[in-house]
């Protein structure tokens, strides 16, 4: 009976391990060289939002990033959680970074860009919060993976 299970949970192994494969996905670069304007686009994708307020996580929802370039090197970022949270930043981009931090008392911004071929990546998260004497309290906030596909 014991070389049965032994002999089963070889074959479980081995099937499990033959069905694993690297993912050939796109080999993400950070976008060291990229100025304002190869920010700028619509981005989708999904993001995990958090409801301080209602003290609720939802996993993987539609996320949108829109970036549009007002002026010179200022740009608007809209994000978008589908029914759940909305909320804008602007912000001046005049170096070749990565990279786009927006701290602040009420809310904050953090994007990173990776480019891989024709498509643009961005991860980052935002969240807006209010304080207390003692306390940050987060009302909302989403980490999101969105992507733009070069045209």
């Not at 299970?5 to 080999?27: A, E, M, Q, R, T």
């Not at 953090?110 to 935002?126: D, K």
Request: glycine letters at 8%; aromatic letters at 10%; a neutral charge.
């Amino acid at each position: 009976m014991n070389f049965r299970v032994i002999i089963l949970f070889i074959n479980i192994l081995l099937v499990s391990l033959l069905g694993c494969k690297k993912d050939s996905g796109p080999n993400w670069v950070y976008c060291q060289e990229c100025g304002a304007d190869q920010w700028v686009g619509t981005y989708n994708g999904k993001g995990d939002y958090y409801n301080g307020k209602d003290v609720k996580q939802y996993l993987q929802l539609e996320t949108q990033l829109e970036i549009k370039q007002i002026s010179g090197n200022t740009l608007q970022m809209n994000i978008s959680v589908s029914d759940h949270f909305q909320t804008s930043f602007s912000t001046s981009k005049d170096d070749n970074q990565y990279y786009i931090n927006i701290p602040g008392s009420t809310r904050s911004l953090y994007l990173v860009l990776a480019q891989s071929g024709n498509q643009s990546r961005i991860t980052g998260t935002a969240k807006t919060y209010r304080s207390t004497v003692d306390t940050l309290i987060i009302d909302h906030s989403v980490s999101f993976e969105v992507i733009k596909s070069e045209k």
